[in-house]
């Protein structure tokens, strides 16, 4: 089984004025909602691909309702704690044209209710259920206020079922986990030049190969370095590189196509293993179906629709590809 955790999932609403004015009343002509947070992406995508996950992390109040509601109709199963107080985040994002700046998107994210001593505990002994053979996907930010140890916590949890663990975090949460041996880390060209700190070029590829070296010196088992329209890059297991370009194509909506990836590498991991590939076949594999579930969701309106993921898959050279899900 895969379960996807989300500390901090949010429902976006999102509207479309013709023109927008700040410090006025503003009438939109849509209006849209989207479930979902880091980990409950992964989770679309997975289904999308036909892989079932279940959905954990917190929720609180009506929204949170609304947001196991929406997971459930589109048959997604989940396992939220529910917090004592507060609401599940809603993000507000406002598109349209803002005069002497043409189309532009002004976004409100909101904090989200804190995490409670208790409703942790109870998250931590929901881990008893995660059983060799699984993988458990560490996606997004924590709540402000949370020792940012969690992630390597919960990997120390689950270390005796020998199940594999991905985590796409950022700063300390991440490089707390690298000595626990992830599977996969997943950051981005400017999340890693973050971390590397002062001198590090994030254009560069022989500084973002030496930055996922050193990732993975310190534990990662897989670093895999998205950078838009540049490409990616990987450093496997075993210390090779592996690199792609970007997949031509117009870019309609980047939110989630990170975590697309990070569901494709996944997916690709489990996928080769059942079709009998190994060492580098498999690793290409992975990063090839993740580049595509990136993609697809980078040219589309939602997340990775499997119609453009076999398109893209398929385009790498993966006659596969037609046989997703």
């Known amino acids: 089984m895969i379960y996807t955790v989300t500390f901090n999932p949010a429902i976006d609403c999102v509207m479309h004025a013709d023109d927008v004015s700040i410090g ?4 939109s002509r849509t209006q849209e909602f989207y479930f979902g947070g880091k980990g409950v992406n992964v989770s679309y995508v997975l289904s999308h691909l036909g892989r079932p996950s279940i959905a954990w992390g917190f929720v609180a ?16 199963a989940s396992g939220f704690v529910h917090l004592p107080a507060g609401n599940t985040r809603v993000n507000v994002k406002l598109k349209g044209h803002v005069e002497g700046a043409g189309e532009r998107e002004t976004a409100v994210n909101a904090p989200g209710p804190p995490v409670d001593g208790a409703s942790l505990e109870a998250f931590f002994d929901q881990l008893a259920d995660v059983r060799a053979g699984d993988v458990l996907v560490l996606s997004g930010g924590i709540p402000s206020g949370m020792d940012e140890t969690v992630y390597a916590r919960i990997m120390k949890r689950v270390a005796a079922s020998s199940a594999d663990v991905v985590v796409d975090a950022t700063g300390d949460l991440l490089m ?7 599977l996969l880390v997943k950051p981005n060209d400017e999340e890693i030049a973050e971390i590397m700190g002062a001198g590090f070029d994030a254009s560069s590829e022989s500084d973002l190969e030496r930055g996922a070296r050193r990732m993975h010196d310190l534990g990662a088992r897989n670093v895999l370095i998205s950078r ?22 117009e870019l309609v909506n980047s939110v989630g ?3 697309s990836t990070v569901a494709g590498f996944v997916e690709g991991t489990l996928r080769a293993l059942e079709l009998g590939l190994s060492g580098s076949d498999a690793v290409e594999y992975a990063f090839h179906l993740a580049l595509a579930c990136g993609s697809a969701t980078a040219f589309s309106p939602g997340l990775a629709p499997i119609e453009k ?17």
């Open 24 to 27: 006025s009343i503003n009438r």
């Open 309 to 325: 993921v076999r398109e893209l898959f398929s385009r790498a050279g993966y006659a596969q590809g037609g046989s997703l899900s």
């Open 176 to 182: 707390n986990t690298l000595p626990l041996h992830p």
């Open 61 to 76: 109040g009506w929204t949170g309702e609304a947001l196991e509601d929406a997971l459930a109709r589109d048959g997604i």
């Open 228 to 249: 838009g329209g540049d490409g990616a890059l990987l450093i496997d297991e075993a210390g090779e590189l592996h690199r792609a370009d970007a997949h031509a194509g």
């Open 257 to 259: 196509a990170g975590d």
